[in-house]
């Protein structure tokens, strides 16, 4: 697998809701992305929904716009959908981005098997995506 983004999200804020089945939250946010690939900064309006039925795994279901520039210097945007569900021990390691650019250089992310992993860091967590 290789890394073709790494996209670093901060300051987000926890909108939540805890019921007798499920529970469910919305964690607006924003970030940047500086790799070799691309250059630039979450939009407003990033949210990553989880929810959780009870017993059920934790899912997370993440949709941001990335605006910047891509590998060649021309300004782009990028829409990222990151899916993934917890383990029993309720991390959630591995996710399923699904990608839509205006990049001409960066168009064969929309058709590619790409995996997503989640890090923490010092302002909040790293998304890494890569493609098998």
Request: net charge negative; glycine share 10%; hydrophobic share 35%.
């Amino acid at each position: 697998m290789k890394e073709v983004l790494t996209i670093q999200v901060s300051n987000w804020q926890m909108i939540e809701v805890k019921g007798k089945t499920a529970e469910a939250g919305m964690i607006l946010f924003d970030g940047f992305c500086d790799c070799e690939n691309f250059k630039g900064r979450i939009l407003p309006g990033g949210v990553d929904t989880q929810k959780s039925f009870y017993p059920e795994a934790r899912s997370l279901s993440a949709r941001y716009i990335l605006e910047g520039t891509d590998r060649n210097g021309k300004e782009c945007r990028i829409f990222i959908e990151n899916n993934g569900t917890a383990d029993k021990e309720g991390r959630i390691e591995y996710t399923k981005p699904k990608i839509i650019t205006d990049s001409e250089s960066l168009g064969w992310m929309e058709t590619a098997d790409l995996t997503g992993t989640i890090t923490p860091w010092d302002k909040g967590v790293m998304i890494h995506i890569f493609v098998n």
